[in-house]
């Protein structure tokens, strides 16, 4: 079945450690987004990639880093810069930059605790 | 800039009631588009409907209805015979050609749906 993983589902990191979120798709989508949910909040877009080898910031970057080296793949690394990573982190695809036209798919997200 | 109101942060009905949740958006562009995703206990954001500023004609698809009033900047979602399946945390997005498409979200609408 094609879709998004991410892994972990839970991850745990001591505070000033870099940690790096892994998504993978199988749908064959060139667009990938990075989004972070917050208790309460909406979704915040953190980082988004059109097309391989190519990706913008989004709303919060700051604090994180991204790479998107292969179509499937767009890992996101929370750095120690980020003030505040404790937070549920979602990835998504669409099959073009449409993704905000017609329509993104998600994966379960990865809830990260930093202590 | 764009942004979408979810004022309603939690509602609990009873099975088989109606619920209705409400969406106010607000947005300088001429073209835009609606949605409404569904986030479930395990995570991931599911999508439920897509709406465009040109059309106004409200939606059916079984238990699931929307009404987009551009005259109140609203795009409202009402469940028919509430189910225990139901409950999830509701998000209404926006996206216009001010933002270059990129999804802005609502902070969502946890419902509880009790047997």
């Known amino acids: 079945d094609g879709g998004i993983t991410q892994s972990p589902k839970y991850l745990f990191r001591k505070e000033g450690q870099n940690v790096t979120l892994s998504c993978e798709q199988n749908l064959n989508h060139d667009a990938m987004y990075w989004y972070r949910q917050d208790p309460g909040q909406g979704l915040r877009l953190i980082y988004y990639s059109q097309i391989v080898n190519d990706f913008q910031k989004g709303d919060i970057a700051e604090g994180y880093s991204v790479s998107r080296e292969k179509k499937e793949s767009f890992p996101l690394t929370v750095t120690s810069a980020q003030k505040n990573p404790t937070a549920f982190y979602l990835c998504?695809?669409?099959?073009?930059?449409?993704?905000?036209?017609?329509?993104?798919?998600f994966g379960n997200g990865t809830r990260l605790t930093v202590t | 800039a764009q942004k979408v109101t979810q004022a309603q942060t939690e509602i609990s009905v009873v099975e088989k009631e109606d619920v209705t949740l409400d969406c106010v958006y607000e947005?300088?562009?001429?073209?835009?588009?609606l949605f409404w995703y569904k986030q479930p206990p395990s995570g991931e954001l599911v999508f439920l409907i897509r709406r465009n500023s040109f059309d106004e004609q409200n939606e059916i698809s079984g238990r699931y209805s929307w009404n987009f009033q551009k005259s109140t900047s609203s795009f409202n979602f009402t469940i028919t015979a509430s189910q225990v399946v139901d409950s999830a945390v509701y998000f209404c997005?926006?996206?216009?050609?001010?933002?270059?498409?990129?999804?802005?979200f609502g902070k969502g609408t946890l419902l509880t749906v009790n047997p």
């Open positions: 998504a695809s669409s099959i073009d930059w449409t993704g905000g036209i017609l329509a993104l798919h």
């Open positions: 997005a926006l996206s216009g050609e001010g933002s270059n498409y990129k999804l802005t």
């Open positions: 947005t300088r562009d001429t073209t835009y588009y």
